[in-house]
């Protein structure tokens, strides 16, 4: 099944998702499918994506709710669960960490303020492994003063990833870019409607030879 289809038939725990992000999270999830995958979802409302993601990937998954409110404690079960804290408290996230091991996936879908976004970011993106994926929804919050962000406002997380683009292309700047653990790790990032995605996946010094015959002698 589909995870739009999921969505549609839902009769579980309220999901409450932007209809574009489910091919979104289709493209860029499905290879987990059926995988020993750990993924962790900033942000849990009711609770019903936790349970969503637990049908689509698997019942090999183990799936990790991260929220400050207590209200959304209940909607962990078998596979789900639910911890609660501050996305951005670097102790409450190692203490994620130390109880559940480095995640394979993560969903920012928490408060959305740029302070926030950039706090989890910092500590769990360079923690993912090789072919993890981490995706920050929501993002038009960027734009908007009230969440900390703003057109060209530096502490937004789009114009932060404006400048990760450059980091991401360092080892082709000739020398004017610094390549540093970003360059090293990450192999793409992806940018919709509110959504960015960054895939793990060492590139660096990999470029494949040219072959095939040229046109011209």
Request: aromatic share 12%; glycine share 10%.
């Amino acid at each position: 099944m589909s995870l739009w289809l999921d969505f549609l038939t839902n009769q579980d725990l309220l999901i409450h998702k932007w209809k574009h992000y489910f091919p979104i999270y289709e493209q860029h999830m499905r290879r987990f499918q059926g995988q020993d995958v750990l993924m962790f979802e900033i942000g849990v409302s009711q609770g019903g994506s936790l349970r969503m993601w637990k049908r689509f990937l698997g019942p090999h998954a183990r799936i990790v709710g991260i929220d400050i409110d207590p209200r959304s404690a209940p909607a962990a079960e078998d596979q789900v669960e639910v911890r609660i804290g501050d996305q951005s408290d670097p102790a409450f996230l190692q203490s994620l960490i130390d109880e559940f091991g480095v995640p394979d996936v993560v969903l920012d879908d928490g408060s959305h303020r740029m302070d926030h976004v950039n706090a989890s970011f910092d500590f769990l993106y360079p923690l993912l492994p090789k072919n993890g994926v981490y995706m920050v929804e929501d993002m038009h919050t960027a734009y908007w003063e009230e969440y900390g962000g703003g057109v060209g406002v530096p502490g937004s997380f789009i114009e932060r990833c404006k400048g990760l683009i450059d980091s991401l292309n360092a080892d082709h700047a000739r020398g004017a870019l610094p390549s540093d653990e970003f360059t090293r790790s990450t192999r793409s990032m992806h940018f919709y409607d509110s959504f960015v995605v960054f895939e793990k996946g060492a590139t660096t010094g990999k470029h494949a030879p040219r072959v095939g015959k040229p046109l011209f002698e």
